[in-house]
T-cell receptor, first 115, second 110 residues
């Protein structure tokens, strides 16, 4: 079974703090993704990566950056957290790059609250 | 850009059949996927349609009509455990990442 793990289930941070959300997958997947999920808005793509050290912006990259130094690990960084970044953050991975129909496997999510 | 429209809520009773529709607008098209998410859980893959027609997996079926830019998820013999959010999704223009609809919350009552 594919396993995608995220470093924290719940996180509380202060406005202006630098926040790191970590994601690890154990199935040697090429692609990794970060989404945020908000009520009524569904899942919105923040960033994704199709290879080590490669990254692509999604639909809402503003205020975020990412890092992929190793194939299994994809980090989401909030350089200076703001209250409008309070959300559920979901990491996902998929096997291949550009594979239409390729299943995405999601982690359990990190609920981030910025005070 | 890509956009997907689906109803926000659907209610049904146990044993019934329910259909969740999804219409999409895309610059390129790589098929339509469906994901299920229980409250507090992670989204999990249900089905994928790359070509027109019906795909059946047990009680769940998914349909695609590319000419109509339309698909649906059909859930039969509904059970209480089917109460969840259901998302349709399609790939971005480059075919490298899934873009999701806003989700349909299905409530199944006894």
């Amino acid at each position: 079974d594919v396993k995608v793990t995220q470093s924290s289930r719940y996180l509380v941070k202060r406005t202006g703090e630098k926040v790191f959300l970590e994601c690890v997958q154990d199935m040697d997947h090429e692609n990794m993704f970060w989404y945020r999920q908000d009520p009524g808005l569904g899942l919105r793509l923040i960033y994704f990566s199709y290879d080590v050290k490669m990254k692509e912006k999604g639909d809402i990259p503003e205020g975020y950056s990412v890092s992929r130094e190793k194939k299994e690990r994809f980090s989401l960084i909030l350089e200076s957290a703001s209250t409008n970044q309070t959300s559920m953050y979901l990491c996902a991975s998929s096997l291949t790059s550009g594979g239409a129909g390729d299943t995405q496997y999601f982690g359990p999510g990190t609920r981030l609250t910025v005070l | 850009g890509q956009s997907l429209e689906q109803p926000s809520e659907v209610t049904a009773v146990e044993g019934a059949i329910v259909q969740i529709n999804c219409t999409y607008q895309t610059s390129g098209f790589y098929g339509l996927s469906w994901y299920q998410q229980h409250d507090g859980g992670a989204p999990t893959f249900l089905s994928y349609n790359g070509l027109d027609g019906l795909e059946e997996t047990g009680r769940f079926s998914s349909f695609l009509s590319r000419s109509d830019s339309y698909g649906y998820l059909l859930l039969q013999e509904l059970q209480m455990k089917d109460s969840a959010s259901y998302f349709c999704a399609t790939y971005n223009q480059a075919g490298t990442a899934l873009i999701f609809g806003k989700g349909t919350t299905l409530s199944v009552s006894s």
